[in-house]
């Protein structure tokens, strides 16, 4: 519609300039034609960048409430993480214990062993914000450092808790994993070790518990994520006000 308002005037000022009026009077309409389109044209841009704008607001808001809502799922599978880890911690501090001399107490070490051979994984909800990124539309974030924030949660704090998980992950398969199927003995129902003490006083097996410690770096970097995490969350809650 403006388009076409637009066409009605330049024409309507082409026919001025070439009709016989005096000049004067074909400048004043001529120059009267050019205001209506300047101004037609301004108001036409105004609007559709308005209607842009408007447009990105909702995304915007779209986006970050679904992304509290993802990290809000993120956040309780890493306090869950950070437990196992301190469970894990405790249960070396344990069999270091033992392996240096300390008295063996049948349940305790009952409790830690399944922290010894556990799986660690955490799979951030990141689809969304990948989506986001993948489409050039992360710039719909007006608050450029809570996107900074965002954005180095998924490429920086996540990664690094894979990259730590999966160091943990493969000392605990390739190496505890193989040194107590060599050298546990089993009691008649294969449901209990027999020879904690010895085992666990084997050199070999005191330096691949010593090395679970690197649980430490596992735990902190949960952590660092959930401070990221609370920071975004902060952030998110003062721009959706």
Known sequence: MAEQEV??????????????????HKL????????????????????????????????????LVGLK?????????????SADFDRI?????????????????ADSAKFYMPFLFS???IFPRSSRFEALRGSGRLGIVRDKQLLVDITELYTVDFPHLDRVNDYI???RRDRILPLFAAHANLNDSASNITNWESLLR??????????????????GACGDAISQIDLIFKKIDEDLK
């Open 119 to 121: 799986y660690e994984a």
């Open 202 to 219: 084997m050199p070999e097996m005191r330096i691949m518990v010593v090395t679970l410690n690197s649980a430490a770096n596992n735990l």
């Open 89 to 105: 911690l405790a249960g070396t501090r344990y069999f270091v214990a033992v392996g240096r001399g300390a008295a063996l107490n």
């Open 169 to 171: 992950n493969g000392l």
């Open 28 to 63: 004043q309409e001529i120059l009267l034609e050019i205001v209506i389109i300047v101004f037609a044209v301004s108001l036409s841009i105004w609007l559709h960048n308005w209607s842009e704008s408007r447009k990105d607001r909702d995304e915007e808001r779209d986006f």
């Open 7 to 24: 066409i009605k005037h330049v024409k309507h000022a082409v026919d001025v300039a070439r009709s016989k009026r005096p000049w004067t």
């Open 69 to 81: 809502q993802d990290l809000q799922a993120d956040h309780k599978d890493l306090e869950s993480a």
